[in-house]
């Protein structure tokens, strides 16, 4: 009868190969997984970029919006401070009506021919 038992020396050395193949493997299976959970928040990462495009986008026309009114409010505001400088003319005998002092120097023309 042969003897079918394998030396300690080579038991041991299949035994080491075996661990390392399984940790290889293991290593490989866990990278694996990682490989997959950054390409799923790489996937949403990207999609959250995209939404905020698109906020930036609508930000950028809100401005637009607001400037646009700054700018016509402060047109008004010239506007009005302009009527209120001529309406204190009026008021004190200056503007449209007669030029300052003409009236009372009896020497300004009337502007009919």
């Given at each position: 009868?042969?003897?079918?038992?394998?030396p300690?020396?080579?038991a041991?050395?299949?035994a080491?190969?075996?661990?390392?193949v399984g940790?290889?493997?293991?290593?490989?299976?866990?990278?694996?997984?990682?490989?997959a959970r950054f390409?799923f928040?790489g996937?949403?990462?990207s999609?959250?970029i995209?939404?905020?495009k698109?906020?930036?986008?609508k930000?950028?026309d809100l401005?637009t919006?607001?400037?646009v009114?700054?700018e016509?409010?402060?047109?008004?505001?010239k506007r009005i401070?302009?009527l209120?400088q001529?309406?204190?003319?009026l008021?004190?005998?200056e503007?449209?009506?007669?030029?300052?002092?003409t009236h009372l120097s009896?020497?300004?023309?009337?502007?009919?021919?």
């Open positions: 009868m042969a003897d079918a038992s394998i300690l020396e080579t041991l050395k299949i080491e190969l075996l661990a390392i940790g290889g493997g293991l290593v490989l299976m866990r990278m694996t997984r990682m490989a390409e928040i996937e949403q990462q999609k959250e995209s939404e905020l698109l906020q930036v986008v930000i950028g401005m919006n607001v400037a009114q700054n016509r409010l402060d047109a008004q505001a401070n302009l209120d001529r309406y204190e003319e008021r004190h005998g503007g449209f009506v007669y030029p300052l002092g009896g020497g300004g023309s009337t502007g009919r021919k």
